[in-house]
């Protein structure tokens, strides 16, 4: 079901104002839009059982904007997760939007209706308020029981973050895409679609052990919804994570130099950056890390996903620290499985490689 209603995919003044910003502008902003991103990321843990390392996940790649897929069977609170998050950015209902796929999914039902107005002029343009194209965060659940031509139109949003209008491409206003699923599937055909999301993360039952919690909680939601109470809303907001990322990628690019060719003989503005915010001895452990995996577990770390993980990692130490990576960072390779039996074999290596290492 669809919680969007009208909407513009025009972003927002705030959001344009943002992406304009230099380094110097920015550079005021980036601690108070750290220290709202971390109190909405504890506020917001407090509501659940269990929940927490999911939610600063949540937050990081929201950072980066990587699409997270939460994986996990029914009743686990995986959409109830994406709903808090969103309320507590304060999110309108035309910025989120949330759908449930199936194989009989059709691509009107995520991108919008064709206008029959302006196909009788001959121009195949869709309607795209209250779709995807118009939100700013969505959620798909089963995201991967959808058909090959919901896939195509998925890869080319998460991937260039366009759709096609009268065959031009078109940006769309999404930032950040949540997916679900009950388990993932190992067909070939969706290879290209589990590969676009670097991370995957359990959300596991907890009632045998938090049993009470669980119940107190959860009872306590139940009554906020009925009371349409949110205590956790408003936390912070969408363009504190827009600020981070855009501080971080004028970091990367060397600042003034972003985007310039280095002279002979001289590091790049990227390499510069690596060595000052990804130490060697991290940096170093990060390559065994991975090269372990895919020997020993054969996790597949394709080239895209090592960029992927690298600015994930980034945007990690920039969230909770705001330094540079550190060794407790790489815990984000716990979460670079593909399949549903490497979820906690990869977990345990990941973490012995890190004491160990």
Same mark, same amino acid.
């Given at each position: 079901?669809?919680?969007?209603? /009208? ?7 705030t959001e344009s104002?943002?992406e304009?910003?230099?380094?110097d ?8 839009a750290r220290?709202r991103?971390?109190?909405l ?5 407090r509501?659940?059982?269990e929940?927490?390392?999911?939610i600063?996940?949540?937050c ?5 904007q990587?699409?997270l ?5 029914p009743?686990t609170?995986?959409?109830?997760l994406?709903?808090k998050f969103c309320e507590?950015?304060?999110l ?13 999914t059709?691509?009107s039902e995520l ?7 302006r ?9 795209v ?13 089963e ?5 090959s ?8 949003i998460?991937n260039?973050?366009k759709f096609y209008?009268d /065959?031009r491409?078109?940006?769309v206003?999404?930032?950040?895409l949540?997916a679900a699923t009950? /388990?993932v599937?190992e067909?070939?055909?969706l290879a ?6 670097a991370?995957?993360?359990?959300s ?11 119940l107190?909680?959860?009872v306590t ?10 205590p956790w809303?408003n936390?912070? !907001?969408l363009?504190?994570?827009l ?6 990628h004028?970091?990367m ?8 060719a ?17 130490p060697d001895?991290v940096?170093d452990?990060f390559?065994?890390v991975?090269r372990t995996l895919e020997?020993?577990? !054969?996790?597949?770390?394709?080239d ?7 600015q994930?990692l980034?945007?990690?130490a920039l969230?909770?620290h705001?330094?540079?990576?550190r060794r407790e960072d ?6 670079v499985g593909?399949?549903n039996?490497d979820f906690g074999?990869v977990r345990?290596?990941v973490?012995a490689?890190l004491?160990l290492g």
């Amino acid at each position: 079901m669809t919680k969007s209603s /009208g909407g513009a995919p025009a972003a927002p003044s705030t959001e344009s104002a943002v992406e304009a910003a230099s380094f110097d502008e920015l550079r005021t902003q980036v601690e108070p839009a750290r220290a709202r991103l971390n109190d909405l990321r504890l506020r917001l843990g407090r509501w659940f059982v269990e929940k927490q390392e999911l939610i600063d996940l949540m937050c990081v790649a929201t950072v980066a904007q990587e699409p997270l897929l939460i994986v996990g069977p029914p009743g686990t609170a995986k959409s109830d997760l994406v709903t808090k998050f969103c309320e507590a950015l304060g999110l309108a209902d035309d910025e989120y939007f949330e759908y449930m796929l199936t194989k009989f999914t059709e691509p009107s039902e995520l991108i919008g209706p064709i206008d029959l107005v302006r196909l009788k002029d001959g121009a195949y343009v869709r309607k795209v308020e209250g779709k995807l194209p118009a939100a700013r965060i969505a959620f798909l659940d089963e995201i991967f029981k959808s058909n090959s031509a919901i896939l195509n139109t998925l890869l080319t949003i998460v991937n260039e973050r366009k759709f096609y209008q009268d /065959g031009r491409p078109v940006p769309v206003r999404l930032r950040m895409l949540f997916a679900a699923t009950n /388990g993932v599937p190992e067909f070939e055909e969706l290879a290209a679609l589990r590969d676009r999301f670097a991370l995957k993360v359990e959300s596991l039952p907890v009632k045998d052990e938090h049993m009470d919690a669980l119940l107190e909680k959860g009872v306590t939601n139940e009554v906020n919804r009925a009371l349409h109470r949110k205590p956790w809303a408003n936390a912070a !907001r969408l363009e504190d994570f827009l600020v981070l990322r855009r501080y971080l990628h004028l970091l990367m690019g060397g600042v003034a130099g972003a985007g310039e060719a280095p002279r002979d003989g001289e590091e790049s503005p990227a390499l510069r950056d690596r060595r000052r915010y990804f130490p060697d001895d991290v940096f170093d452990l990060f390559k065994r890390v991975i090269r372990t995996l895919e020997r020993e577990h !054969r996790v597949v770390v394709s080239d895209r996903k090592v960029i992927k993980l690298y600015q994930l990692l980034r945007a990690r130490a920039l969230l909770l620290h705001g330094g540079a990576v550190r060794r407790e960072d790489l815990t984000l390779l716990r979460y670079v499985g593909d399949r549903n039996e490497d979820f906690g074999p990869v977990r345990e290596k990941v973490d012995a490689l890190l004491r160990l290492g």
